[in-house]
């Protein structure tokens, strides 16, 4: 076997010092670096290395001057006869460096406006190419040119070179916001990190960063009907202090699924160890070698668990009742509509997209962007697909994911009648749980359906008297679902807060009330939560709240806000309609305010996109208006002088022929 060499840098302690005797062990004869302060450590160590019967050299340098690098390379060729080098590999190890550089980049300018992209050219016939292909030639043994003819043939799909042109055009693209839609999602199902990284992205991009105050709570608001403004009362949370600030528009976008309470469990909080909300998970929280308990399985609770079990001692799962685990989005998409599409995209066993498909998006915006109409496309055909009472379609597919559970489940009669339901498919959130399944048949795992009587500083103890002794609690349940804004809000006819505890919540088009002037709701009582990403329902609340505001600040308008019998009519419309879908059926569900009997307050009555097309119009015969006072009691008089704001704007004035067929 030929002598290997070894060059070993920092050598003289820790780290370098073992892997210098590990490989003499192994066969090398080795050079050992370290600063010139080193030297006599560095001289201990080549004796043990001689000792070892290889020979050894010492070469004190500073790694981080390059040219006493240079001189420390060529005295190891002298002198030991040799040194391999990586050449082309150490490159692209460089280019690959590029790669994390610009992503980290990215994320961190992003917050300034700043965007950041990467080219990285392949076949481009340039002078640098020239001298690359005159000495693969002579190595080769091949004609001069064959080698770049080659390299292309084999390395670019359209067998076509690249020229400096085609790689300016990239840069405009990239450079351009045409390429906002080109993203680097790495799985399918993205983690809660990746998710905030991109809406960081997009606050950079779109520069709203300014706009955002955080760290300040608003803890009262009051409608002023002279005045026509919502007065505030603000607590900055660093300082602690209040002060005062006004609204024309108070647009409300607290949330619901993300207000979480501890829950309503005796002995709570005499508990002795770690006590854990899935809300308000501690980054520190270590929970190795534990014994776990996690309390519910619902959206939260069938990811937390298959999350920690490989980590854990033991876990002790509380279950109150079952709930529909639906196939992996992998799974399930590949028996849908989506699956022709989906078949073609490239991912990997733990469901992230690989470094392929991730380049594949960013060259073809339009291969993204069908994949990511057949997913959404899926999504909107849930409700046709399974959430009407009684229907054929509702058996067929609640027989499908049955199936499916019995087999992950192994048919096991006890887990299956702990965690198959018997209420209809839809009554509670229709979860897909990536390895929930699986983990409840792991030996370390124990699952308990008694329910919760108290708990003690040592653990659970059941319904039967049965103390589970647990070194950590992991509350995955526990959320104020009562639509009751979190501090007061005071309209016409008192605090919205007062109103939603005394009656059901009720919204116009979920994102308006009666007598609270200028006052829009984000995903208010009744919109459509439970159907699909929050992020394309709040988009269109979001453009139609905007609609409406901009009507109010061009027509002079002072206050806007939805009728009592146009509230009335919507709510009877709800309520007649709900019983016809699966949400009503009879189960316990945060749908109906956690009841098990009662009416839905959190869901659209329709489909996601019947919610859509319902927001497409504004209903102007449904509001209360008040007007300006400079208006003098005319509402026309923002007509003015009679000339429209595009003649003066520099505005495209002949815009309807190029749409004389659209109505919208």
């Not at 001689?50 to 981080?64: M, N």
């Amino acid at each position: 076997m030929s002598i290997r060499t070894a060059l070993v840098t920092g050598s003289a302690n820790g780290i370098g010092r073992a892997i210098a005797l590990r490989l003499a062990e192994d066969g090398f004869q080795a050079a050992i670096n370290d600063l010139a302060s080193q030297d006599a450590r560095l001289k201990e160590l080549q004796h043990e290395i001689e000792l070892k019967g290889k020979r050894c050299i010492i070469l004190p340098a500073d790694v981080s001057s390059e040219d006493e690098v240079a001189k420390m390379m060529q005295n190891t060729v002298q002198m030991l006869g040799g040194l391999d080098s990586p050449q082309t590999p150490a490159y692209s190890v460089s280019k690959w460096a590029i790669r994390g550089l610009t992503q980290v980049s990215a994320m961190d300018l992003a917050q300034h406006g700043i965007t950041v992209n990467a080219y990285c050219p392949g076949m481009v016939r340039t002078d640098m190419w020239e001298t690359i292909d005159s000495n693969l030639s002579t190595k080769m043994g091949i004609p001069k040119g064959m080698a770049f003819e080659k390299a292309v043939e084999s390395r670019i799909a359209s067998k076509r070179a690249q020229t400096p042109e085609d790689i300016s055009g990239l840069v405009s693209f990239l450079a351009g916001k045409d390429s906002d839609q080109i993203t680097e999602w790495k799985e399918f199902y993205s983690s809660a990190t990746e998710i905030q990284d991109y809406l960081h992205q997009c606050c950079g991009k779109e520069n709203l960063y300014d706009a955002i105050k955080t760290s300040h709570r608003v803890d009262h608001a009051e409608w002023n009907d002279s005045e026509g403004v919502w007065s505030l009362r603000i607590v900055d949370e660093k300082s602690g202090k209040q002060f005062h600030d006004y609204c024309h528009f108070l647009l409300d976008g607290m949330g619901i699924p993300n207000n979480w309470t501890w829950p309503d469990i005796p002995g709570l909080h005499d508990f002795s160890g770690p006590l854990i909300h899935s809300a308000n998970w501690p980054k520190d929280f270590n929970y190795d070698g534990l014994t776990v308990a996690v309390i519910g399985n619902g959206a939260t609770g069938v990811q937390i668990v298959p999350a920690i079990l490989p980590d854990v001692k033991h876990m002790v799962h509380v279950v109150r009742s079952p709930s529909w685990i639906a196939p992996p989005g992998l799974v399930n998409l590949s028996h849908s509509n989506a699956a022709s599409i989906l078949s073609k995209i490239d991912i990997d066993e733990n469901g992230n997209f690989t470094a392929t498909q991730i380049k594949k998006f960013k060259e073809s915006p339009e291969d993204y962007s069908k994949f990511v109409k057949a997913i959404e496309l899926e999504t909107n055909q849930n409700f046709s697909k399974f959430m009407i009472k009684d229907s054929n379609s509702q058996a067929v597919t609640r027989g499908r994911i049955e199936e499916y559970m019995r087999n992950m489940l192994n048919n096991d009669e006890v887990l299956c009648k702990a965690f198959i339901p018997d209420f209809p498919l839809g009554c509670r959130r229709l979860t897909p749980g990536v390895g929930y399944l699986e983990a409840l048949q792991d030996p370390k795992f124990d699952i308990v359906t008694d329910t919760i009587k108290r708990v003690v500083p040592n653990g659970i103890v059941t319904s039967t008297g049965k103390l589970l002794k647990v070194d950590a609690i992991i509350c995955a349940t526990g959320f104020d679902v009562s639509f009751r804004p979190r501090f007061p809000i005071i309209g016409r006819n008192g605090n919205l807060q007062d109103t939603w505890f005394r009656e059901v919540p009720k919204a116009y088009m979920s994102c308006a009330v009666t007598s609270m002037p200028n006052y829009f709701i984000f995903l208010g009582p009744n919109a459509p939560i439970g159907h699909g990403s929050y992020f394309t329902i709040t988009e269109h609340i979001a453009k139609y709240i905007a609609g409406i505001i901009i009507k109010c600040q061009t027509q002079g308008i002072k206050s806007i806000a939805p009728s009592e019998s146009a509230a009335n009519d919507y709510f009877e419309h709800i309520q007649e309609f709900m019983p016809r879908i699966t949400w009503s059926g009879n189960c316990r569900s945060w749908f109906k305010q956690g009841k098990k009997d009662g009416p839905v307050v959190a869901l659209h009555p329709g489909s996601r996109i019947h919610f859509f097309d319902m927001l497409r119009d504004f209903r102007g015969e449904d509001w209360v208006f008040t007007y300006q006072a400079s208006n003098r009691g005319n509402r026309f008089r923002y007509l003015g002088n009679g000339i429209s704001a595009r003649e003066l704007d520099g505005s495209d004035c002949t815009w309807y022929l190029d749409e004389p067929d659209n109505l919208s």
